[in-house]
């Protein structure tokens, strides 16, 4: 996630496809999209309008061809643009995204608001209507060591098995620092070997592409073991990300691993002209 993203300001389930071609509803044709799923986005790179004009900002995403979203915690980003939204009830930004066209059952948190207000967050959630908790990041500082990275993993564990009781599937969403090694280990690798494969499934982060690792390795490596994604390409050429199909990611590939690796959603995440231009290219997908 750059400057309008978390990324820079950070520093064996199967899923059927449905056939190519149109598929008609009351003389209404509508599109195979990926996976069969509806195209979302995340709502990170829109928080300033959405704290600004809430109900305008959903309609434009629903025109854009977006289906659903994926909201970060109010209260958790209440500093980082979605302050505005704290006061507003679970039940009522649900009907208001119902009421853009728009379904949202997946959120991002930070990690020690779900350490720390777990209870009130589970209880947000169902009122929001979520399937997902997403952990955004452990927010480990700089310099923790492999050892902190495996506390904070054990940690998740014991919050998934909280929410799976709750009816919600925890995750893990990763940036470019978990593809990185600490003594001679890529720190993705370690946590895909502590994190409890059903307590905690992931949603990774395509944009790695950036540093050479492909989701579609990472889908066949761990079969069952994700939920969902966050889509964005990189151009090598430009060295900065582009919309969906005009990068290096091969997107026919990703998609069929993605099957493979569990996915259930993606959404996309680069500024919101590059999330709009993207929107054709995934109609192209089936």
Known sequence: MKTISRRGFLGKSVVGIVSAGY???????????????????????????????????????????????????????????????????????????????????SCHYGFTELTEHLDERLAYAKELGLKQMIISTFWLPKGATLADWMRAAGEANKLGERTRQAGVQLGFHNHNFEFQKLDGQLIYDKLMGELDLQAVKMQFQVAVVELGYQAADYFEKYPGRFISMHLADWSPEKKKEVPLGQGIVDWKKTFAAAQIGGVKNSFVEMDPDAMKASVPFLHTLS
Do not use: N
């Not at 979302?40 to 600004?52: A, D, F, I």
């Open 23 to 105: 598929l008609t509803r009351g003389g209404a044709e509508l599109r195979a999209d990926p996976l069969g799923l509806p195209i979302g986005c995340q709502t990170w790179p829109v928080r300033e309008s959405l704290g600004k004009d809430f109900d305008g900002t959903l309609r434009q995403l629903a025109a854009e061809g977006f289906r659903t979203i994926e909201m970060c915690s109010p209260p958790g980003y209440k500093d980082l643009g979605f302050g505005p939204l704290v006061s507003m009830k679970a039940s009522e930004m649900r009907e208001r995204i119902h009421a853009a066209g728009l379904k949202c059952e």
